[in-house]
Protein backbone atom coordinates (compact mmCIF):
# COMPACT_ATOMS: atom_id res chain seq x y z
CA UNK A 1 0.00 0.00 0.00
CA UNK A 2 1.35 3.56 -1.03
CA UNK A 3 1.39 5.90 2.06
CA UNK A 4 0.44 9.19 1.36
CA UNK A 5 2.22 11.38 4.24
CA UNK A 6 0.92 15.61 3.69
CA UNK A 7 2.90 18.20 5.36
CA UNK A 8 2.66 20.63 6.73
CA UNK A 9 -0.45 19.65 8.94
CA UNK A 10 -1.40 23.15 9.39
CA UNK A 11 -0.48 26.51 7.15
CA UNK A 12 -1.19 29.64 8.87
CA UNK A 13 -1.01 32.24 5.88
CA UNK A 14 -3.02 35.49 4.54
CA UNK A 15 -5.03 36.40 1.91
CA UNK A 16 -2.99 37.35 -1.15
CA UNK A 17 0.09 35.43 -0.38
CA UNK A 18 1.10 32.37 -1.83
CA UNK A 19 0.40 28.87 -0.57
CA UNK A 20 2.40 25.48 -1.03
CA UNK A 21 1.15 22.32 0.23
CA UNK A 22 3.41 19.01 0.12
CA UNK A 23 2.64 15.11 -0.41
CA UNK A 24 4.91 12.34 -0.05
CA UNK A 25 4.74 9.01 -1.23
CA UNK A 26 6.16 5.74 0.61
CA UNK A 27 6.94 4.75 -2.85
CA UNK A 28 6.75 6.27 -6.68
CA UNK A 29 2.79 6.81 -7.59
CA UNK A 30 1.72 5.18 -10.89
CA UNK A 31 1.81 7.17 -14.06
CA UNK A 32 1.85 10.17 -11.51
CA UNK A 33 -2.09 9.09 -11.03
CA UNK A 34 -2.43 11.97 -8.05
CA UNK A 35 -5.29 14.08 -7.62
CA UNK A 36 -5.89 17.01 -4.84
CA UNK A 37 -8.74 17.97 -3.28
CA UNK A 38 -10.70 21.12 -1.04
CA UNK A 39 -12.93 20.34 1.62
CA UNK A 40 -14.46 22.89 3.19
CA UNK A 41 -16.58 22.48 6.41
CA UNK A 42 -19.47 20.32 5.70
CA UNK A 43 -19.39 19.99 1.96
CA UNK A 44 -17.98 17.09 0.16
CA UNK A 45 -14.80 17.64 -1.57
CA UNK A 46 -13.78 18.64 -4.77
CA UNK A 47 -11.28 17.49 -7.67
CA UNK A 48 -8.63 20.36 -7.69
CA UNK A 49 -6.00 18.38 -9.78
CA UNK A 50 -5.70 15.62 -11.70
CA UNK A 51 -2.84 13.32 -13.29
CA UNK A 52 -0.79 15.58 -10.35
CA UNK A 53 -0.61 18.57 -12.64
CA UNK A 54 -3.87 18.84 -14.68
CA UNK A 55 -6.91 21.46 -13.23
CA UNK A 56 -10.35 19.98 -12.97
CA UNK A 57 -12.93 21.75 -15.32
CA UNK A 58 -13.96 25.28 -13.44
CA UNK A 59 -10.95 25.54 -11.44
CA UNK A 60 -9.34 28.96 -11.08
CA UNK A 61 -5.33 28.87 -12.85
CA UNK A 62 -4.00 30.18 -9.08
CA UNK A 63 -4.31 26.24 -8.46
CA UNK A 64 -1.41 24.39 -9.99
CA UNK A 65 0.09 21.09 -9.25
CA UNK A 66 3.68 19.72 -9.61
CA UNK A 67 5.61 16.93 -8.96
CA UNK A 68 5.96 13.08 -10.02
CA UNK A 69 7.68 9.77 -8.67
CA UNK A 70 7.12 10.13 -4.55
CA UNK A 71 6.92 14.32 -4.61
CA UNK A 72 3.87 16.36 -5.22
CA UNK A 73 3.01 20.16 -4.75
CA UNK A 74 -0.24 21.87 -4.49
CA UNK A 75 0.48 25.94 -5.33
CA UNK A 76 -2.09 28.30 -4.62
CA UNK A 77 -0.39 31.81 -5.96
CA UNK A 78 -2.69 34.15 -4.55
CA UNK A 79 -4.92 33.40 -1.73
CA UNK A 80 -8.31 34.11 -1.73
CA UNK A 81 -10.44 34.06 1.27
CA UNK A 82 -12.74 31.56 0.06
CA UNK A 83 -9.29 29.09 -0.61
CA UNK A 84 -8.95 28.37 3.44
CA UNK A 85 -9.79 25.14 3.76
CA UNK A 86 -8.22 21.07 3.85
CA UNK A 87 -6.65 20.11 1.49
CA UNK A 88 -6.17 15.76 0.55
CA UNK A 89 -4.01 13.98 -1.97
CA UNK A 90 -5.22 10.98 -3.36
CA UNK A 91 -3.00 8.38 -5.69
CA UNK A 92 -4.16 5.04 -7.44
CA UNK A 93 -2.12 1.98 -8.00
CA UNK A 94 -3.67 -1.29 -9.45
CA UNK A 95 -7.16 -1.49 -7.79
CA UNK A 96 -6.15 0.50 -4.68
CA UNK A 97 -6.56 4.24 -3.91
CA UNK A 98 -5.60 5.93 -0.38
CA UNK A 99 -5.57 9.53 0.64
CA UNK A 100 -3.20 11.82 2.55
CA UNK A 101 -4.28 12.55 5.96
CA UNK A 102 -4.56 16.35 5.33
CA UNK A 103 -3.66 19.80 5.20
CA UNK A 104 -5.32 22.87 7.04
CA UNK A 105 -4.79 26.26 5.55
CA UNK A 106 -6.35 28.85 8.01
CA UNK A 107 -6.71 32.38 7.49
CA UNK A 108 -3.65 34.19 10.04
CA UNK B 1 -26.28 17.96 -14.99
CA UNK B 2 -24.98 14.69 -13.36
CA UNK B 3 -25.60 14.39 -9.22
CA UNK B 4 -25.64 11.76 -6.28
CA UNK B 5 -27.40 11.34 -3.68
CA UNK B 6 -27.00 9.14 -0.83
CA UNK B 7 -29.24 7.23 1.70
CA UNK B 8 -29.83 4.58 4.27
CA UNK B 9 -30.23 4.73 7.92
CA UNK B 10 -28.44 7.11 9.93
CA UNK B 11 -28.54 4.70 12.93
CA UNK B 12 -26.88 1.10 12.99
CA UNK B 13 -26.18 -1.22 15.64
CA UNK B 14 -22.72 -3.10 16.60
CA UNK B 15 -22.48 -5.76 14.34
CA UNK B 16 -25.07 -5.56 12.25
CA UNK B 17 -24.83 -4.45 8.62
CA UNK B 18 -24.89 -0.80 7.67
CA UNK B 19 -26.76 -0.50 4.09
CA UNK B 20 -26.52 2.40 1.63
CA UNK B 21 -27.96 3.57 -1.69
CA UNK B 22 -26.61 6.25 -3.89
CA UNK B 23 -28.94 7.19 -6.20
CA UNK B 24 -27.93 8.86 -9.71
CA UNK B 25 -29.58 11.74 -11.71
CA UNK B 26 -28.79 13.28 -15.10
CA UNK B 27 -26.91 9.97 -16.42
CA UNK B 28 -27.07 6.73 -16.69
CA UNK B 29 -25.06 4.05 -14.69
CA UNK B 30 -25.24 1.63 -17.56
CA UNK B 31 -23.80 4.26 -19.67
CA UNK B 32 -20.15 3.76 -18.13
CA UNK B 33 -17.95 5.85 -15.33
CA UNK B 34 -16.71 3.77 -12.14
CA UNK B 35 -18.66 4.70 -9.05
CA UNK B 36 -17.02 4.34 -5.93
CA UNK B 37 -17.70 5.10 -1.76
CA UNK B 38 -15.65 6.91 0.45
CA UNK B 39 -16.06 7.66 4.02
CA UNK B 40 -14.54 10.10 6.15
CA UNK B 41 -15.03 9.78 10.59
CA UNK B 42 -16.11 12.68 12.06
CA UNK B 43 -13.41 15.31 12.58
CA UNK B 44 -11.02 12.76 10.36
CA UNK B 45 -9.59 11.98 6.78
CA UNK B 46 -10.79 10.29 3.99
CA UNK B 47 -10.85 6.37 3.50
CA UNK B 48 -11.46 5.14 0.17
CA UNK B 49 -13.92 2.08 0.89
CA UNK B 50 -14.57 0.62 -2.72
CA UNK B 51 -15.18 1.45 -6.63
CA UNK B 52 -17.32 -0.69 -9.29
CA UNK B 53 -17.80 -0.23 -12.82
CA UNK B 54 -21.29 -0.07 -13.98
CA UNK B 55 -20.68 -3.89 -15.53
CA UNK B 56 -20.04 -4.99 -11.84
CA UNK B 57 -15.91 -5.02 -11.52
CA UNK B 58 -15.51 -4.49 -8.23
CA UNK B 59 -11.98 -2.76 -6.01
CA UNK B 60 -12.06 -2.84 -2.58
CA UNK B 61 -9.84 -1.30 0.35
CA UNK B 62 -7.94 -4.48 1.43
CA UNK B 63 -8.18 -3.13 4.95
CA UNK B 64 -12.46 -3.15 4.55
CA UNK B 65 -12.73 -5.89 1.96
CA UNK B 66 -13.90 -8.99 3.99
CA UNK B 67 -16.99 -6.50 5.05
CA UNK B 68 -17.85 -4.62 2.04
CA UNK B 69 -19.94 -5.57 -0.86
CA UNK B 70 -20.68 -2.66 -3.58
CA UNK B 71 -23.08 -3.55 -6.57
CA UNK B 72 -24.77 -1.62 -9.16
CA UNK B 73 -28.76 -1.98 -10.02
CA UNK B 74 -28.90 -0.73 -13.55
CA UNK B 75 -33.10 -0.71 -13.59
CA UNK B 76 -32.97 1.65 -10.43
CA UNK B 77 -29.79 3.71 -11.58
CA UNK B 78 -28.32 3.14 -7.95
CA UNK B 79 -25.30 1.82 -6.91
CA UNK B 80 -24.92 0.29 -3.53
CA UNK B 81 -22.54 -0.19 -0.41
CA UNK B 82 -23.21 -3.13 2.03
CA UNK B 83 -20.89 -3.15 5.28
CA UNK B 84 -21.03 -6.53 7.57
CA UNK B 85 -20.55 -6.64 11.12
CA UNK B 86 -19.99 -2.42 12.19
CA UNK B 87 -18.52 -1.62 14.84
CA UNK B 88 -18.24 2.21 16.34
CA UNK B 89 -15.23 3.29 14.56
CA UNK B 90 -17.41 2.70 11.31
CA UNK B 91 -19.22 5.68 12.22
CA UNK B 92 -18.59 7.67 9.47
CA UNK B 93 -19.73 10.28 6.65
CA UNK B 94 -20.32 8.28 3.53
CA UNK B 95 -19.94 9.62 0.37
CA UNK B 96 -20.46 8.33 -3.19
CA UNK B 97 -18.66 9.44 -6.08
CA UNK B 98 -17.92 8.69 -9.80
CA UNK B 99 -15.59 9.70 -12.05
CA UNK B 100 -15.09 8.51 -15.84
CA UNK B 101 -11.81 6.59 -14.78
CA UNK B 102 -10.95 4.76 -12.04
CA UNK B 103 -8.53 6.90 -10.51
CA UNK B 104 -9.95 10.35 -9.29
CA UNK B 105 -13.14 11.14 -7.64
CA UNK B 106 -14.78 14.34 -9.53
CA UNK B 107 -18.27 14.08 -8.55
CA UNK B 108 -19.49 13.59 -5.10
CA UNK B 109 -22.82 13.42 -2.83
CA UNK B 110 -23.69 15.74 -0.66
CA UNK B 111 -22.79 12.79 2.31
CA UNK B 112 -24.72 10.98 5.23
CA UNK B 113 -23.41 10.50 8.36
CA UNK B 114 -23.74 7.03 9.67
CA UNK B 115 -23.58 6.17 13.54
CA UNK B 116 -22.70 2.84 15.06
CA UNK B 117 -24.28 2.85 18.31
CA UNK B 118 -26.91 0.61 20.46
Known amino acids: EIVLTQSPGTLSLSPGERATLSCRASQSVTSNFLGWYQQKPGQAPRLLIY???SRAVGIPDRFSGSGSGTDFTLTISRLEPEDFAVYYC?????????FGQGTRLDIK | QVQLQESGPGLVKPSETLSLTCTVS?????????WGWIRQPPGKGLEWIGSTYYSGSTYYNPSLKRRVTISVDTSKNQFSLKLSSVTAADTAIYYC???????????WGQGTLVTVSS
Open chain 1, 51 to 53: SAS
Open chain 1, 90 to 98: QQYETSRIT
Open chain 2, 97 to 107: ATDPNIYYFLL
Open chain 2, 26 to 34: GYSISSGSY
